[in-house]
């Protein structure tokens, strides 16, 4: 065995331990995929490198009354930088999406199936850009901006009585985008581990329509539009080297609610002659 492949160890294993908790916290169920570090991944003479990820967000969107969203998302990231200071990328991916006590009865008239919208499976695409500025070897400060849009509606169905009269709507929620940036700070320590965190600010909304409005449910009363309650939160992560281009990178956010990540990223070598 070599030398500190021993630390090597313990450091992985911290940083998996460190995921196991970030999701046994944030239950079984983020939008856009990780912020990732603040330094650029690519070769210092400039190239590419790719990531799959899991995703998990979880927030509070407002109208009329207040309502709890979430999503597990699963991404494919391709980004091109160089000089470990300048970085754009993109992503697609599939996420689902529910909506705590969105059919929610708010009249005693009206009865309904269910209480929360549910719908899966629906595709997305991520693109952003982040510049970083070493202040020396180990120290170093981030600039990041990244939207995302979703190309399909989600949908789900209710029915019930309403005013002694069965009714069956569809709920449509569509338009759904957000655009989010932050600063973050970083620092690499052994065998290049970084640990970064920072603050965001971030904005992001959706269209509500239902194919037959009923006075009695809220977010189906009529056309609407839902967005994020709080437009600044919190971030922070570790990326660790797994040997070969890889790393393993685990972050956390705390808005209005908590969310979490986790992705492996690879970082194309030069080829030898």
Known sequence: MKPGCGMHNRILTLAIFVSLIVFTFSGTSFAGGLFGPPQPLSREEGGL?????????????E???????????????????????????????????EIDDAFRPVSGSTTASRNDFEDYEKFFGTLGAKVFYPFRETFGIGLFIQG????SDFTDKVSGISNG??????????????????????????????LYAGPYVYYSEAKVSPSLS???????????????????????????????????????????????????TYTYQNRRP
Request: hydrophobic letters at 40%; charged letters at 20%; aromatic letters at 12%.
């Open 214 to 264: 009923v006075a009695g449910l809220q977010l189906a009363a009529g056309e609407s539009t839902l967005k994020n309650k709080t437009e600044a939160g919190g971030f922070a992560g570790i990326l660790v080297p797994l040997g070969r281009g890889f790393h393993l990178n685990v972050e956390a956010r705390q808005s209005e609610r908590f969310s979490a990540g986790i992705a492996v």
């Open 165 to 194: 009269g069965p009714y069956t709507t569809e709920l449509e929620v569509k338009h759904f985008w957000d655009i989010q940036s932050g600063i973050g700070l970083q620092a690499t320590i052994l065998r290049g581990v970084r």
């Open 63 to 97: 109208n009329d009354g207040e309502y709890i969203i979430r999503q597990n998302q699963i991404t494919s990231q391709v980004a091109w930088g160089a000089r470990n200071l300048w970085e754009i990328y993109g992503r697609i991916g599939i996420a689902d999406l």
């Open 148 to 151: 995302s849009y979703f190309f």
């Open 49 to 61: 490198n790719t990531a799959i990820g899991y995703a998990y967000h979880e927030d509070k969107f």
